[in-house]
């Protein structure tokens, strides 16, 4: 039996276990989902993390047990280039601003945000 390779369709991208997977083998797509799967998971427990009844040691617990692992899944299989770190520290930053607020300077009393530093 003899199979014709014009008969099948090359595909382009694909999902395959939650993981999309291209045949670039580019992995900014993927990077790109999982940043948009967390930003919907963090909008899912928005009201507890914004909540004042919560402490602030308990909503990092949340994060850290539920928004992270929804955008790290497959990550091991992610090759890590600078870019794509960065926009993953863009996004945990972000999450961590919002959730511990501003910060009350010890020097002029003022409230800031607080900063990547």
Do not use: A
């Amino acid at each position: 039996m003899r199979i014709d390779n014009s008969t099948f369709e090359r595909v382009e991208e694909f999902k395959y276990l939650g993981t999309n997977l291209t045949n670039q083998n580019s992995i900014m797509e993927e990077i790109k989902s999982r940043l948009s799967l967390g930003n919907t998971c963090y909008h899912s427990v928005q009201n507890l993390l914004s909540s004042r009844l919560l402490s602030k040691n308990l909503k990092l617990k949340i994060y850290r047990t539920i928004i992270l692992p929804v955008v790290f899944y497959g990550c091991e299989t992610w090759s890590q280039i600078l870019r794509k770190e960065r926009k993953l520290r863009v996004f945990e930053n972000r999450v961590l601003r919002r959730i511990l607020g501003p910060r009350r300077d010890g020097v002029t009393g003022e409230w800031r945000r607080l900063h990547n530093e």
